[in-house]
């Protein structure tokens, strides 16, 4: 007895208490499928003879008239006899009973009404003189039998799902262990995200948001419906935490203005895929994902022209250098949705390439493709690498996305830039003269013109090579002296400001920085960039090939410019924090403005002139801009290949002052190998 005690003691002290005995729901849930059928089949058996007794009761108004046990005794026998076979045929057994839908309980009613019109068949041929067997017994049973048997599975489904009373107060928010949300939009979606939400019990739902007016104040699937203008009551009665977007049909505008809205509010916003996705099987709803800058910067996306898309690519050889980064990627994807024969990924980085090249044979399993799908491991500075793969495959169509296009990196390391860039064309292009390629498009940039950076110089640059090229039926190639090659490919330029999400842009950067706590950088409080997706880009780059005469530049319409403090400003409001400044100095991220870095303007610009003319998509001109001849280019870039291989900073400059139009060197010497010199 002593030692028993003293067991005791020591354990309440300090030692290891023994585990909590299971609850009863915890005990039911680890029972077999085989023991949860009994006992289904049991209860079920229990409520139809409770149904019978109800039935007789209610329609003979006396006890003593019922006798289960004889003059009855055969209907209570025979009631689950009949009964039974038809709910196990009907598959009530094999429903889990916390994942009960709407289905199953119109299956549980046709069940039970089977059944009941069996029984009242008995009665009415059967016809016993020795008991009373009132002829509206069977309306009665089927009421009373609907109403437990389908009643008892409701209850179960509730009690298993541990569903919440969402009318409920708060109370202490502190106290509760899962997140409460509104759901923004009260139909399909919505009610699917709710669903989704109770069997994960990952977070509580309390309450729906709807545009529609007529919902407002209803209750749909026990949850109250609010309108847009309602959303701070319901913070402050709920305590909601964050809102859900399911309005997936919801027009791009539309959902701006949600977003918004919200955005100034105290909550954490996410959305749920569209039903686009949800319907190819690529998501499913409970793939809630955070609210992106992406979707208050987007734009209503042009309907793609079809005919456009596939001009270049459908049923032909297609080749992408810079295959790996982010336009190239996407690309990729978007040339597979057109239906090409082969698809060559040209692109040096390894990681790069093994990514983009087991993302698309995934891509062309699940779709049953059979795009024969090449992966080159090489640098567009091989000219000869670059000939022999065009020339192998016989390339129908070049999209040259391969540059080096980080402004502050390329500054730093001119000769790569000027290499990679400029020269990296010169020989893709020349590549795809001498394999007889049909189309060649060059991706550029905004920053190309009026250039304050090397970048910028490289890429216009690389522009006036594509023009000189293209303007020279016969060219002696840079490099090839002695024989004038035949060229048969039509050049193209497309040119747009930056991409959402690429790599090197300030999204992912300011998303990092949110996600560590802060702050969030930004290089001038004026800055502004245009802005666009990274697969309409690469749709209208597409589109924008089809459209070429032969040595055109096209200019993507990019939108309205966006500041890039107003972006970092609602990229924190959109995680649900604050930002903190002097007049707010409770917030949760501060913004810091570092200053311009070498080479970088505050505004960019996406023409050199004025000189534009539509084409027949609405997104896309053309522009008239001033070019140089072949034989002025070949000089040009004798020298400045002579300048990049002895990192001669001064004739670079000298050599982009002559071609580019507007280009305003910073001033400022960066180059690593200038630096060292000066240092030295």
């Not at 239906?339 to 990514?355: A, D, F, M, R, V």
Request: charged share 20%.
């Amino acid at each position: 007895m002593t030692e028993v005690a003293k067991t005791s003691t020591s354990s309440s002290a300090g030692q290891p208490c023994a585990e909590p005995l299971p609850t009863l729901r915890e005990r039911l849930l680890a029972l077999s499928r085989t023991q949860k059928r009994i006992l289904q089949l049991g209860a079920d058996i229990v409520l139809i003879w409770v149904g019978l007794l109800l039935a007789f009761y209610m329609r003979l108004d006396d006890l003593a008239l019922i006798d289960p046990l004889h003059g009855h005794a055969w209907l209570f026998l025979m009631a689950p006899i009949v009964s039974l076979p038809i709910f196990v045929r009907m598959g009530l057994y094999r429903a889990v009973m916390r994942y009960l839908g709407y289905q199953a309980l119109i299956t549980i009613a046709i069940a039970v009404s089977f059944s009941s019109l069996i029984i009242g068949a008995m009665i009415w041929a059967y016809p016993d003189p020795a008991a009373v067997l009132p002829r509206s017994l069977p309306f009665i049973y089927w009421l009373i039998a609907l109403g437990l048997i389908g009643g008892l599975r409701i209850a179960m489904r509730q009690y298993f799902r541990r569903l919440p009373v969402p009318w409920a107060p708060s109370g202490n928010a502190s106290r509760r262990k899962i997140p409460r949300i509104a759901i923004y939009g009260a139909g399909a979606a919505g009610n699917q995200l709710l669903m989704a939400l109770r069997a994960g019990r990952s977070m509580q739902p309390v309450a729906f948001i709807d545009d529609d007016p007529d919902m407002t104040g209803r209750v749909i699937a026990g949850l109250p419906v609010y309108g847009p203008d309602q959303i701070n009551r319901l913070i402050d009665r709920y305590a909601i935490e964050e809102i859900l977007l399911a309005i997936p049909s919801a027009p791009r505008s539309r959902r701006i203005e949600i977003i918004e809205h919200l955005a100034d509010m105290p909550l954490r916003l996410r959305t749920i895929p569209g039903f686009a996705d949800l319907a190819s099987g690529k998501v499913q709803v409970q793939d809630i994902r955070e609210v992106d800058i992406c979707d208050l910067l987007g734009r209503t996306p042009v309907q793609p022209d079809r005919q456009l898309l596939d001009h270049c690519t459908r049923g032909k050889t297609v080749m992408v250098t810079g295959a790996g980064g982010s336009i190239g990627s996407e690309l990729c994807r978007q040339i597979m949705n057109c239906g090409p024969h082969t698809l060559i990924l040209y692109e040096q980085c390894e990681y790069n390439l093994y990514s983009i090249q087991s993302e698309l044979e995934a891509y062309a399993a699940y779709t049953g493709q059979t795009v024969t799908i090449e992966a080159i491991l090489s640098t567009v500075r091989d000219e000869s690498q670059l000939f022999e793969v065009m020339s192998a495959w016989r390339v129908d169509t070049v999209y040259h996305a391969a540059a080096y296009k980080h402004v502050p990196m390329v500054e730093r390391n001119c000769s790569e830039g000027i290499f990679n860039n400029i020269f990296g064309t010169l020989y893709s292009a020349q590549a795809a003269v001498r394999a007889q390629v049909a189309n060649f498009v060059l991706i550029s940039t905004d920053k190309a013109v009026r250039p304050t950076n090397i970048m910028g110089s490289t890429k216009r640059v690389a522009e006036l090579v594509i023009q000189a090229l293209s303007g020279e039926e016969r060219p002696d190639l840079y490099r090839h002296a002695g024989y004038a090659w035949p060229n048969r490919t039509r050049f193209t330029m497309v040119r747009f400001g930056n991409v959402l999400g690429s790599s090197g842009s300030v999204i992912p950067k300011f998303r990092q920085q949110i996600a560590s706590g802060g702050p969030v950088t930004v290089t001038h409080p004026d800055i502004t960039r245009y802005f666009m997706t990274i697969p309409e880009a690469s749709q209208l780059v597409i589109q924008a090939g089809a459209l070429s005469e032969g040595g055109d530049v096209f200019v993507l319409d990019m939108g309205e410019p966006v500041k890039v403090a107003e972006l970092a400003t609602r990229m924190i409001q959109l995680s649900g924090l604050t930002v903190r400044s002097e007049t707010a100095p409770d917030g949760d991220i501060a913004i810091e403005y570092m200053g311009l870095r070498p080479g970088e303007k505050l505004y960019e610009e996406l023409l050199i002139g004025d000189n534009t003319t539509p084409t027949c998509h609405p997104r896309i001109m053309r522009a008239n801009e001033k070019s140089v001849s072949w034989a002025s280019m070949k000089l040009a870039l004798a020298q400045l290949e002579l300048a990049a291989k002895t990192h001669d900073h001064a004739l670079m400059q000298a050599i982009f002052l002559e071609l580019v139009d507007g280009y305003q060197p910073d001033g400022r010497v960066v180059d690593w190998t200038q630096s060292h010199r000066k240092a030295a």
